[in-house]
């Protein structure tokens, strides 16, 4: 155990000696676009909902398991309270 802490004291003093390097990132400029194709303009709600649905079209078919699953639980847990006593 006392090795493992002498180690990791080690291995911080040594990184706090290491000097920094500032890291230097370009400039941009907020008025330059990327050119390429436009978007077609949609409503917001429309393109969010259209979005959220396709991301989520999964859950539905998951949730109809879980609740099944649930039920199947809960039935057995009373079977096994009716044997029982």
């Not at 370009?26 to 050119?35: F, G, K, N």
Request: overall charge positive.
């Amino acid at each position: 155990m006392a090795k493992g802490k002498s180690s990791r004291r080690a291995a911080a003093r040594r990184r706090a000696a290491r000097p920094v390097e500032p890291i230097v990132r370009p400039a941009v400029t907020p008025t330059s676009r990327p050119e390429g194709p436009s978007r077609p303009t949609m409503p917001a709600a429309a393109s969010k909902k259209a979005d959220l649905v396709a991301e989520y079209r999964y859950v539905v078919s998951d949730l109809k398991r879980l609740g099944i699953l649930a039920a199947a639980m809960f039935a057995l847990l009373v079977v096994l309270a009716l044997i029982v006593r």
